[in-house]
Every structure is written in structure tokens, then in C-alpha cells.
């Protein structure tokens, strides 16, 4: 006679399981804002922004609030440095972000692109 497994295992098994599934759907912290400075504008009307704080090797966007569309993207560094370049004006506020897989960090404070 063949036996099927026993309800004591087959509950252990099941819960094992939903365990499992509830602890993937848990929210994660927030990732922290990169730190940021921006300097002023080349004969170009492109300028750099610096920063520090983003995880290792993750992809850092850095927009310009006040001008639609100008968006640079670099990747950061294994310390969590980089530098993005992107065109402003003086005055043009500068916020930067970055994505740890489809995470995403809160924004950094919006920074005001120097004369």
C-alpha cells in the first residue's frame, strides 16, 4: 500500500512556502538620497554634478527641474562616487537620484546651479 504524505508534513511544507512568499513581499527601506554638488555652467551651458552616497555601481540620474528634458546618467563608482553632466543655466535647480536594481533612492535635495 502506497501512502501519500502525512497532513503534519503537507501543513509544514505549506506554511514553509507562504513564509517564504510573505517575507519577498515585504516593502525594503527607502535607499537614501545621493549627496550632491553641482558646479556652474562651461562655455557650453553644461555642468557637472559631483556626488557621493549612491550604492556601488548603480546608475545615478541627475534632472534639471526647471528645464524639461535635460536629464544626464552616469553610473557610480565602487565607493558610490560620480560625476553626471547635463545642461543648465545659472540658477536651474539640480535633484539626483539613483537605482539600486528596479529600486529607486529618494531624491537628493534640489541644488541651484551657481553663477
Known sequence: M??????????????ALL???ASCAAPTLP???????VG??????????????A?????????????QGQVGAARSDDAGAFVVALRAVPGDLIECYYFVGFDRSEPSSPIPVPE
Open 31 to 37: 535607499l537614501p538620497p545621493p549627496e550632491t554638488e
Open 55 to 67: 550604492e556601488a555601481l548603480s546608475v545615478v540620474v541627475c534632472e534639471n527641474t526647471d528645464d
Open 19 to 21: 513564509a517564504g512568499a
Open 2 to 15: 502506497v501512502r501519500g504524505p502525512s497532513p503534519a508534513l503537507f501543513a509544514l511544507a505549506l506554511g
Open 40 to 53: 556652474p555652467p562651461n562655455e557650453l551651458g553644461i555642468v557637472e554634478v559631483r556626488g557621493t552616497g
